[in-house]
């Protein structure tokens, strides 16, 4: 990976997106939070997420969908990551029009998670004659 700065949009759990410009795999690693997956987000435009490889692992919160072209989900990015361009071997900047059009997206498709709670306990029903 090269060390030239590059500019990406930062996607962060129930946050609005931001520009971030960023330089060399030490950075991307701290803005994920860790080892970085890189992840296509399209078949037709050479665009990708760089996320944190352990997300999941590490029970980061939900942050965004993982959409096919045609909008369907198929898995779901936790903790926070960012969106470039590929840019031969290396990760490069988007240009205007992908940051508008991905802000756009992901401004919009927010995944909002309620925490588990421990269930109340339900005081013991008594049995009625004829129930074993």
Known sequence: MSDKKITVLVVEPLKECYTREI?????????VGGYIEIVPLS???PVLAV???EGKLLDLPYNRALTDDN?????IICGTF???RVDGEDIGSLTPEQI????????????????ETEKPQHAKKEKKHHER
């Not at 330089?23 to 803005?31: H, I, N, R, S, Y």
């Not at 909008?71 to 898995?75: A, C, H, L, M, R």
């Not at 508008?100 to 925490?115: F, G, S």
């Open 23 to 31: 330089c060399g795999l030490k950075e991307m690693q701290a803005l």
């Open 43 to 45: 078949d037709t435009e």
């Open 51 to 53: 996320l944190n490889e």
């Open 71 to 75: 909008g369907i989900p198929y898995d």
């Open 82 to 84: 960012f969106v470039a």
């Open 100 to 115: 508008a059009r991905y802000k756009e997206k992901y401004d919009n498709e927010m995944l909002i998670t309620i925490p």
